[in-house]
C-alpha cells in the first residue's frame, strides 16, 4: 500500500471531488472524479465525459491517466476516485469499470493504491491487484 499521510489521502481525494465538477453526465445523472498521483508527485485529474454515440464517452479513471500519458508521464503510485448522481450524496463509492482497471494496469501493474471515497473522511483503501486480481500489461502479453 502507498505510503500517504492520512493529510495526502484526503487532500487526493479532494482533488477527485473538484474534478467530478465538470463532469459532462447529461445522460447517466452519474458524475465521477479522480485524481491519478504520478510517481514524481504531480496530480493528474479527471472527470467523466459522456456522449450521445455512448462509444466515445469516456470514465474519470482513463481521462486523468491520458492526460498524464499525454504529457509524457507513465509511473503512477495513486489514485482516489469518487462518484454520485447529480445533486446527491454517495452512499457507496465508486469503482473503476473494467476497461479503467485494465488501462491503468498497462503502466502501474497491480501495485496502484486505490481510494475509493464517498468523502475525505470516508474512504476505502486497496490495490489494483485486488480490483483485477488477473490484470496484464506489455511485460507479460506474448
Known amino acids: ?17 473538484a474534478a467530478r465538477k465538470f463532469a459532462i453526465a447529461p445522460y447517466s445523472h452519474f458524475t465521477v472524479g479522480a485524481a491519478l498521483r504520478a510517481k514524481n508527485g504531480k496530480v493528474y485529474t479527471g472527470c467523466n465525459i459522456e456522449n450521445a454515440a455512448f462509444t466515445p464517452t469516456t470514465c474519470a479513471e482513463r481521462t486523468a491517466l491520458f492526460k498524464a500519458v499525454s504529457e509524457g508521464v507513465t509511473e503512477f503510485t495513486d489514485i482516489a476516485i ?11 463509492v465508486t469503482a473503476p469499470c473494467g476497461v479503467c482497471r485494465q488501462a491503468l494496469y498497462e503502466f502501474t501493474g497491480p ?3 486505490v481510494i475509493l471515497a464517498k468523502t475525505p473522511e470516508d474512504y476505502q483503501e486497496m490495490t489494483l491487484g485486488e480490483l483485477l486480481p488477473l490484470g496484464f500489461g506489455p511485460k507479460n502479453v506474448l
Open 1 to 17: 500500500m502507498a505510503d500517504l499521510s492520512q493529510q495526502e489521502k484526503q487532500d487526493l481525494i479532494r482533488q477527485a471531488l
Open 82 to 92: 469518487v462518484g454520485a448522481r447529480i445533486g446527491e450524496v454517495n452512499t457507496l
Open 111 to 113: 501495485a496502484l493504491h
